[in-house]
């Protein structure tokens, strides 16, 4: 992405500038808005003036919803256009809901040696406030409603026991994630930390997506919106089977997790990235996973065709070429 604005003409420092920041927080934390505002500030004077065009990637959509959300005389002020590519705005319910219960496998096979492990995964998201904001929306209208399913093993007074498909909803699943992470714990360097489901965090994101749900797009600012499509995605988790059911909720934390599966980019459902509630000037589809929609050629030329540039661009035009600052981030 950076390399092909390169050959378009735009320059590091000058008219182009990215903007990083820690994906473990908030989407809203006051350092990271304080922060995007420095930075739209700086390349609205290093361009002379003009307005500057935002390309954000996953997580980062959510940084800049909240941004203009909270200081939108601010974003009308500074933006011009704004390009969206892969955002979770509904939330990415298979992988989130799965993250905070058995955490997430980044590589497989042996390359997983080199790399952090799923369960020490698991433990540093159960802290992340960025996790917790990109559950499910429980207000979205839905297609169909996210659900995690657990196969329960479940006795009775007599001590039968039987098995039993519990299933949870959105809002209801706040109970499990209790439940399976009541007893967690973290062991370093020969102690023991507690790390249970966290509802400070939860209350915090609540208020998050308070935020993101009353985000609008001010007058002027135009928005686009890639999404990607055509790969299985994970939206429904099941833990357990009917004939190895799950005894102790606990225990979820230690098994395996069997997805169903809807169109998206094999990390956001498409349903959930093309629901920005903006008025988009346009909304596009790209077959392509996650984090390929960051090179991937159809990409390149509708972003190239929406801020009206090409390859190899050696005369610097007022109007076609504006400063962009980039918040880029993962889900």
């Known amino acids: ?31 990271g808005m304080d922060g995007l505002k420095e930075k739209l500030e700086t390349a609205y004077k290093a361009s002379g003036g003009r307005k500057v065009n935002i390309i954000s990637h996953s997580m980062g959509g959510l940084l800049v919803t909240c941004f203009m959300s909270l200081q939108q005389d601010v974003f009308s002020k500074y933006v011009n256009k ?24 980044f590589v497989e096979g042996c390359e997983s040696y080199f790399f952090v492990s799923r369960w020490t995964m698991h433990q540093l998201l159960v802290e992340c406030p960025s996790i917790y904001e990109m559950l499910p929306n429980p207000d979205f209208n839905w297609k169909q409603q996210p659900q995690i399913k657990v196969w329960c093993k479940k006795a009775d007074k ?17 109970t499990l994630f209790e439940e399976a992470l009541k007893h967690n714990e973290l062991n370093y360097d020969g102690k023991t930390f507690a790390l249970p489901f966290n509802f400070s965090i939860l209350k915090w994101a609540a208020g998050t997506r308070q935020i993101l749900n009353s985000a609008r797009l001010p007058d002027g600012v135009r928005f686009y919106n890639i999404y990607g499509t055509s790969f299985d995605t994970p939206f429904d988790v099941c833990y357990g089977s009917e004939t190895t059911p799950i005894e102790n909720l606990s225990e ?24 920005d509630g903006f008025q988009a000037t346009e909304r596009v589809g790209v077959t392509a996973r996650h984090r390929q929609l ?18 190899k661009v050696g005369k610097h035009s007022k109007t076609s070429r504006v400063v962009d600052d980039f918040a880029i981030g993962h889900a």
């Open 1 to 31: 992405m950076i390399n092909m604005l390169l050959g378009c003409g735009y320059k590091k420092g000058t008219t182009l500038f990215g903007y990083g920041y820690d994906f473990r927080q908030s989407n809203r934390i006051e350092t």
């Open 294 to 311: 960051l090179r991937h050629k159809t990409v390149f030329k509708l972003i190239q065709t929406w801020l009206g540039v090409g390859q």
């Open 252 to 275: 979820i934390c230690h098994s395996m997790p069997q997805y169903s599966y809807v169109d998206g980019d094999e990390t956001v459902p498409a349903e959930s990235a093309k629901a």
């Open 82 to 105: 704004w390009i969206c590519i892969a955002c979770p705005f509904q939330g990415a319910p298979g992988c989130i809901n799965d993250s905070l219960l058995t955490g997430l496998q």
């Open 158 to 174: 007599e001590e039968n026991s039987s098995v039993k498909l519990e299933i949870y909803g959105p809002s209801e699943s706040i």
